[in-house]
């Protein structure tokens, strides 16, 4: 594995208790030797896409400054919940600003998506639909093994806010390698 591999996380929820917040805050401790993961900026203060604020304005600075780190990383994780069957309007806008960028920064990056949810599938639809749009961006999403952790407030202590079910430990670290591994494939 290359020296120090840079992967950023971009997480769809907003929720102070957000289970998939702890997902991500869990990801650097279990990251394999080499790569190290970091969040990137929240999408929350994103404002619903207008392509006259883009013409007019230009890209909100939370745009730009999201896009800068995807640029400067090697990979991007999604973790995100589902809504109603799909992808979550915040996530959904802050991918239609960063699709209208001059160079988009989601074009050929690597990208592994891992969805967690209260339910059982773990929000295994809201994957497939993500898959889809970032089908139009270009990115290179890996296949396998996908992560999709149900049933995930069973899995995490809320007090430290990060997963401690030893089997989903297992398989996010296990994937986190499945990606090192891609995202040299892909660079190669
Ligand atoms: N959970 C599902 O498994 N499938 C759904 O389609 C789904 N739709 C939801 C829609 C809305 C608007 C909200 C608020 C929740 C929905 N949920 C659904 C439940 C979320 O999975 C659950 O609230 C989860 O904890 C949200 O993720 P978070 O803890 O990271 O915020």
């Not at 203060?45 to 939370?62: N, V």
């Not at 991918?95 to 160079?103: A, F, G, K, N, V």
């Not at 497939?128 to 749009?133: M, N």
Request: glycine share 8%; aromatic share 6%.
């Amino acid at each position: 594995m290359a020296e120090s591999m840079k992967v950023v996380t971009l997480l769809g929820s907003l929720r102070k208790g957000s289970f998939n917040a702890m997902v991500a805050n869990t990801l650097p401790k279990i990251a394999p030797e080499g790569m190290t993961v970091s969040a990137l900026p929240s999408i929350r203060d994103i404002p619903i896409y207008d392509a006259d604020i883009q013409q007019e304005e230009g890209f909100p600075a939370s745009v730009e400054a999201i896009a800068e780190q995807i640029r400067a990383a090697d990979g991007v994780v999604i973790i995100t919940p589902e809504y109603n069957y799909s992808v979550p309007g915040g996530l959904k806008n802050a991918i239609d600003w960063l699709s209208r960028l001059p160079e988009q920064p989601l074009a050929g990056k690597p990208v592994l998506i891992q969805t967690s949810s209260m339910g059982a599938i773990g929000g295994a639809r809201c994957q497939y639909h993500l898959r889809q749009i970032l089908v139009f961006l270009d990115a290179m999403v890996m296949n396998k093994p996908e992560f999709m952790g149900g049933v995930i407030q069973n899995k995490v202590d809320p007090q430290t806010g990060e997963v401690v079910d030893q089997s989903t430990l297992d398989h996010l670290s296990g994937q986190l390698t499945a990606f090192s591994k891609y995202i040299q494939r892909v660079k190669a």
